[in-house]
């Protein structure tokens, strides 16, 4: 799977937006961007994922580049429940069964 | 719909015993996948299993370390004897199909500390 580069922390005010950046110059034309963010002390929790256009559910937005080569997570309303550890992973469409967690972005949500 | 489902969820074992860790995936998942989280580092691959097969261990230990995931019941992850640096948070996955466009629900975790 490519790598992906994203800022070790961010810090946020509560009930304001937090954009993630993540990079993925190397991304190849079959690879989906997928966001997980870790909680303290839980599992891993599916945020959202995509493959060229924006989506948005119920916990977040994604924004992906023309180009595919970034992409950025978009809480809308941070509250002090989404602090956690954010990872931005990409895993190929076929054969893409592993997650590969690199060291994520810790968001700190301050009241 | 239960979740991921992991037990136990805090395992104490000395150096040189065995530790059994388990986990039920969701109904009708039929993909599995071990991680493991040492104290302070990044969450890393160590097997995807489905059903009675072994499809990619690229990240297990070579030795002590097995997983197995029967026609009936839970994924087992089984460490044999032990050791210090076997400390960690090990976390399971379940999938209903493979492929990279699913997404993994993930279980709590079951937090082994060796003594």
């Known amino acids: 799977d490519a790598k992906t580069t994203q800022p070790n922390s961010m810090e946020s005010n509560e009930e304001e937006p937090v954009h993630l950046p993540c990079n993925h110059s190397t991304i190849s034309g079959t690879d989906y961007i997928h966001w997980y963010r870790q909680l303290p002390s839980q599992g891993p929790e599916y945020v959202i994922h995509g493959l060229t256009s924006n989506v948005n559910n119920r916990m977040a937005s994604l924004a992906i580049a023309e180009d595919r080569k970034s992409s950025t997570l978009i809480l809308h309303r941070a509250t002090l429940r989404d602090a956690a550890v954010y990872y931005c992973i990409l895993r190929d469409g076929a054969a893409g069964n592993k997650l590969t967690f690199g060291g994520g972005t810790r968001v700190l949500v301050k009241p | 719909n239960a979740g991921v489902m992991q037990n136990p969820r805090h395992l104490v074992r000395r150096r040189g015993q065995e530790a059994r860790l388990r986990c039920s995936p969701m109904k009708g998942h039929s993909h599995v996948y071990w991680y493991r989280q040492l104290p302070e580092e990044g969450l890393k691959f160590m097997v995807y299993l489905q059903k009675e097969n072994i499809i990619d261990e690229s990240g297990m230990p070579k030795e002590r370390f097995s997983a197995e995931f029967p026609k009936e019941g839970p994924s087992i992850l089984r460490i044999q004897q032990v050791v210090r640096g076997d400390s960690a948070a090990y976390f399971c996955?379940?999938?209903?199909?493979?492929?990279?466009?699913?997404?993994?629900?993930f279980g709590p975790g079951t937090r082994l500390t060796v003594l």
């Open positions: 996955a379940s999938s209903p199909l493979a492929g990279g466009y699913n997404e993994q629900f």
